[in-house]
């Protein structure tokens, strides 16, 4: 009679101890975990960001200030970006990132016909080649005040958009403010200082955000 070989099953402990261990791994994850409500993930995300209008109505005054208080002569500085941009950007400029370098300028001269919300301005000095314009409103454009500090950053608020916001709030009053007591397009042929600030983002072309304008002497 011919034997039958069996072979002796013995109990799976191994397979067992990985399942206890798993189940406990899982009921440590489940009891360690915090359940939140759609608005307190919400209040977590944004946590430590700021609020681009109140920054903005905040930080007004003191941006103007400092516009008022860094101006540096327009001519003379264009003539030095030319000669050594990336000493003279460090030096006078500031920027968040890759983005154009911003400056506080100052300069006088004559008003001429610009493009549409701006005027031109007439200026001794400036590099052959180089056009000055001033804006006039309604719309302010770009964020040359939310720059020119450098202390506005990125990371500091919670997307592009609150971002863009902070410049939007801060060219606000200048509508309601110097752009409204100073209409540029009467001033045609007339001489004015300027104080305000622009992105060095085209270097034939100059647009100053202003903060001040008076008609010159």
């Known amino acids: 009679m011919a034997r039958t070989n069996k ?4 109990r799976p402990w191994g ?3 990985k399942v206890v261990g798993a189940v406990v791994i899982l009921a440590i994850c489940f009891f360690g975990t915090t359940f939140m409500t759609p608005e307190e993930a919400e209040a977590v995300l944004t946590a430590g960001s700021t609020d681009p209008v109140a920054y903005a109505n905040e ?3 003191s941006t103007i200030a400092y516009v008022n208080d860094n101006a540096t002569d327009l001519a003379g500085l264009l003539e030095d970006l030319q000669e050594d941009e990336e000493g003279t950007s460090e030096e006078l ?7 154009a370098y911003t400056f506080a300028v100052t300069t006088t ?19 052959s080649g180089v056009t000055v ?8 454009m770009g964020t040359a005040l939310r720059d020119v500090t450098g202390e506005v950053t ?11 916001q902070v410049g939007l709030s801060l060219n606000d009053p200048l509508k309601a403010g110097v752009l409204t007591e100073n209409d540029l397009n009467s001033m045609i042929g007339q001489k004015i200082t300027v104080v305000g600030a622009f992105a060095y983002s085209d ?4 647009v100053i955000t202003p903060v001040s304008i008076e008609v010159a002497s």
């Open 154 to 164: 990125f990371d500091m608020f919670e997307n592009q958009i609150d971002y863009a």
């Open 7 to 10: 072979t002796r099953r013995g």
């Open 109 to 127: 001269g004559t008003v001429e016909e610009g493009g549409f919300g701006q005027v031109n301005l007439a200026v001794d000095g400036v590099p």
């Open 59 to 61: 930080h007004y005054d």
């Open 15 to 17: 397979v067992i101890f």
């Open 203 to 206: 270097s034939a072309h100059v």
């Open 133 to 140: 314009s001033v804006q006039t409103g309604p719309a302010v």
């Open 93 to 99: 400029g500031h920027r968040d990132g890759e983005a």
